[in-house]
Each structure stands twice: as structure tokens, then as C-alpha cells.
């Protein structure tokens, strides 16, 4: 099952997101992510009564008046990574990312991942972000022509450690 977040479920995110991290910064991301304000949405998949994924969505500033999110961090617990969790959580993301009036959405993930749900780096060519250029920059548009003109982004300040 996967459901929006609840602040209940705060520790236990927190333990999947630093196992299928490997450490804590990613789970500190999300904290500050979260004490700033700065989240549209989380997302976990439960499975036998326990949070076994998440999907953190924040918003990015850009210079224009269309509202675009950026997606980070996905973790899904190691013993269930590669059992479709992480992708169930990506599409529902970015379901829910259009519910919330999002035009587009940016990532910095794994090149050969992201791309199974629409995520290019061509999409990406026209942002200016400190990640640009990187192999792992990409956008997907959720709205037609969404990211056609060139745009800078601005990430949460959390995003900087």
C-alpha cells in the first residue's frame, strides 16, 4: 500500500531511508527538508503494518511562475530494493506530483533508473541548477513544454548539507 506520510511515521522513514543509504545523511536531508517547510510531499509503501519505502518531493524556486519539484530522496529497505517498491513509489509520486500543480519534475539519480519513467538528461538541457550538466540531472515534464524555454532552479537550502 502506499499513502502519504504521517508525522507517525517520521523514525521509521527515517531507519529505511539510512539503510537503503547505507547512512545518515540522506535521512538528515529529509529532516531539514522537513523543518524548513520545504516538502510538497512524502510518500511511504507499507508492507506487513511497517513503512518499507519513501519518496520525498520538495519544491524549487525557478524563474517562472509554474510551480516544478524535485524529486529526493527514493530509498526502499535493502532486503525489498528490486522488487518494483521503488518504482510503485516513483509513479505515484509523480501522480500526486500533478495533483499538486507541478509542471515538471527534476532528479539527480541513478542514469540508468530514472529514464524507465520518462526522466532525460535532454529534458534537463535547459535548466540552470548547481547540478546541471551532471549525468544524473533530469527532468520529465508533467506538463507540455515544461521545461522548452530556458529556466534556472534554485534548490532548498538543505539540498547544500
Known amino acids: 500500500m502506499i499513502r502519504y506520510a504521517r508525522s507517525g511515521d517520521h523514525p521509521a522513514i527515517a531507519a529505511v531511508v539510512e539503510a537503503a543509504f547505507g547512512g545518515p545523511a540522506e535521512a538528515r536531508l529529509v529532516e531539514r527538508l522537513r523543518?524548513?517547510?520545504?516538502?510538497?510531499?512524502?510518500?511511504?509503501a507499507v508492507e506487513a503494518d511497517a513503512v518499507a519505502g519513501h519518496v520525498l518531493f520538495s519544491r524549487l524556486w525557478a524563474d517562472r511562475y509554474e510551480m516544478f519539484a524535485a524529486l529526493a530522496p527514493l530509498a526502499v529497505r535493502p532486503d525489498l530494493q528490486k522488487t518494483g517498491l521503488g518504482?510503485?513509489?516513483?509513479?505515484?509520486?509523480?501522480?500526486?506530483?500533478?495533483?499538486?500543480g507541478a509542471h515538471g519534475v527534476i532528479v539527480l539519480g541513478h542514469p540508468a533508473y530514472y529514464p524507465r519513467f520518462g526522466?532525460?538528461?535532454?529534458?534537463?538541457?535547459?535548466?540552470?541548477?548547481?547540478?546541471?550538466?551532471?549525468?544524473?540531472?533530469?527532468?520529465?515534464?508533467?506538463?507540455?513544454?515544461?521545461?522548452?524555454?530556458?529556466?534556472?532552479?534554485?534548490y532548498p537550502d538543505a539540498f547544500a548539507g
Open 35 to 44: 523543518a524548513d517547510g520545504d516538502t510538497l510531499f512524502e510518500l511511504v
Open 87 to 100: 518504482s510503485a513509489l516513483v509513479r505515484a509520486g509523480l501522480e500526486s506530483a500533478k495533483e499538486f
Open 119 to 154: 526522466f532525460a538528461a535532454e529534458t534537463a538541457a535547459k535548466v540552470s541548477s548547481p547540478y546541471a550538466g551532471q549525468p544524473g540531472f533530469m527532468a520529465l515534464a508533467l506538463e507540455p513544454g515544461a521545461f522548452d524555454a530556458p529556466m534556472t532552479v534554485a
